[in-house]
């Protein structure tokens, strides 16, 4: 089952929509960012897709490199 698929309530989902602390950047027009945002974005600068994260080997040469 994939991460989209879960319950609203499940903690996993949960954590995917965390916002984290530190200051606000609503304050500055910025719209916070969830964790899955920021992931995204780490993984498109670093060229990493889905299909990667599948194979350790693959990820971890890519992880290290990046």
Known sequence: MGMCCK???DWVKK???YEGEGPDPE???I???TWKQVVQ????TCRLNRE???DHS???KLI???
């Open 58 to 60: 693959i990820w971890t």
């Open 7 to 9: 319950n609203k309530t």
């Open 64 to 66: 290290n490199d990046g």
């Open 52 to 54: 990667d994260a599948m």
């Open 41 to 44: 974005k780490d993984c498109q």
């Open 15 to 17: 954590c995917m929509e």
């Open 27 to 29: 304050v500055l027009g």
């Open 31 to 33: 719209p916070k960012s």
